[in-house]
């Protein structure tokens, strides 16, 4: 009897865990699909990437051991920097700054400077305060202009996709410091 009474006990907890997770807070609603209009935004912005000085916006945060000592560029290969970038209206650090890009990048061509790029831009001021884009390409820095994916992206920009055609302003070839014209067209909803 006592085997019993275990069995059916066991079993009604069984079929009141069963009940609960059956019948608890998850739910899950099908909805007629509303396709939404599609917009494009065209976006013009200043990126400063700041490698020296007391108060860097690009950080170096790993560094293989294989890297070669005598690689006199600020960022040689195998080496990944984290960034929060300020993103200005212009191309003087003065001017209005309008967000900040924060992400990683890490150095990856060997023969040549070469970044793979993740970014968030992040706006701060106007019209997509507190939206963002989400950037993750290949970044081949050495070409004056290039061209990255926007993959995402957040706020007023989500389920962006499209692409951002970047030009190199000017660079400091002794501590690696960067202003990059971006040029940005974004599909979103």
Not at 31 to 42: A, F, G, L, R
Not at 61 to 87: E, H, Q, R, W, Y
Not at 118 to 140: C, H, L, M, Q, W
Request: glycine letters at 8%.
């Amino acid at each position: 009897m006592k085997a019993k009474l275990t069995l059916a006990w066991v079993l009604t907890v069984c079929v009141t865990i069963t009940w609960a997770a059956a019948h608890g807070q998850y739910y899950s609603k099908t909805v007629p699909y509303s396709p939404m209009k599609e917009q494009v935004t065209n976006l013009h912005f200043f990126f400063h990437d700041i490698l020296g000085g007391k108060n860097p916006s690009a950080v170096l945060v790993a560094k293989a051991n294989n890297t070669t000592i005598g690689d006199k560029s600020p960022t040689p290969f195998s080496t990944v920097f984290a960034v929060d970038d300020p993103l200005t209206v212009g191309p003087e650090l003065t001017s209005e700054v309008i967000g900040n890009c924060q992400g990683l990048y890490a150095s990856t061509g060997q023969d040549n400077l070469s970044l793979v790029v993740y970014f968030d831009f992040g706006f701060t001021k106007g019209e997509f305060n507190g939206s963002a884009i989400s950037v993750f390409s290949r970044n081949p820095v050495l070409e004056t202009e290039r061209e990255l994916a926007v993959v995402g992206g957040r706020g007023k920009f989500r389920m962006a996709r499209g692409f951002a055609q970047l030009k190199t302003f000017s660079v400091n070839q002794t501590n690696g410091d960067a202003i990059v014209e971006y040029n940005v067209t974004v599909f979103h909803y």
